[in-house]
């Protein structure tokens, strides 16, 4: 029965450490559960393919666990930054909710847009390059937040992002070691930072300009 459920399992360890963040002082340990959420959610996923333990079942589990935990990290975010990016952050809550009900309950695979842990990723980077610097990272939560809302409900696919073009278990291991890199090597988060900012506007930008153009001949 464990064996069968492992990937369910790891979904669900994957947000309960989460609860840390409702604890008084617990916003220190934002960092490090941004990183072990996203290496969870990525094992997950990793487990199911390697062991041939797939289900809709799972898939469905897996989308509930990454809007819960997502939307715990936001709202972190939004009550430790106070009211005016509390009310942003309820943009990309309404975003990730509209973004996980739609591969709920859509019978085919969804390609376009970002996924929501995309966000997660950028926050992180953010908030480590503003350590690094030492800048108020508001601002560029703030305008991280907004345009990952746009490019979660893009009906273009986002085929250039740097989690996307990572299909081997391998691939996604270096993306997870390049995070904790980001954390533990403070000169290399604002490198690291760039090549996901950069990749993310490049896959937004793209098909979004070209449907413009041909629309507009």
């Keep these: 029965m464990i064996y069968k459920n492992l990937p369910n399992i790891v979904s669900l360890l994957g947000v309960l ?7 008084k002082d617990g916003f220190q340990y934002l960092i490090p559960l941004i990183i072990y959420n996203n290496i969870m959610d990525d094992l997950d996923g990793i487990l199911a393919i390697k062991l041939n333990l797939k289900s ?3 898939a ?11 939307i715990i990290i936001v709202m972190a975010l939004g009550i430790h930054y106070g009211l ?11 975003a ?12 085919e695979t969804i390609s376009a847009g970002s996924p929501t842990n995309e966000l997660m990723r950028h926050l992180l980077l953010v908030l480590l390059t503003a350590q690094y610097f ?10 991280v937040m907004l345009l990952n809302s746009i490019s ?9 992002l740097i989690r996307t073009l990572t299909k081997s278990a391998t691939a996604i291991g270096f993306v997870n070691v390049a995070l904790l890199v980001a954390w533990l090597i403070p000169i290399a988060a604002p490198v690291i930072a760039f090549g996901f900012f950069a990749t993310h506007l490049y ?14 001949h």
Excluded: K
């Design 17 to 23: 450490p989460l609860s840390i963040l409702f604890f």
């Design 56 to 58: 809709d079942f799972g």
């Design 60 to 70: 469905a589990l897996d989308n509930v666990c990454d809007a819960v935990a997502h």
């Design 84 to 94: 005016a990016f509390s009310l942003v952050s309820l943009v990309a809550v309404t």
């Design 96 to 107: 990730i909710l509209l973004r996980v009900t739609s591969r709920l309950t859509s019978t």
């Design 134 to 143: 030492e800048f108020a990272p508001e601002p560029f939560l703030i305008a």
């Design 152 to 160: 979660m409900l893009s009906p273009f696919p986002m085929p250039y």
């Design 203 to 216: 896959s937004l930008i793209r098909p979004n300009g070209h449907w413009a153009w041909s629309a507009s």
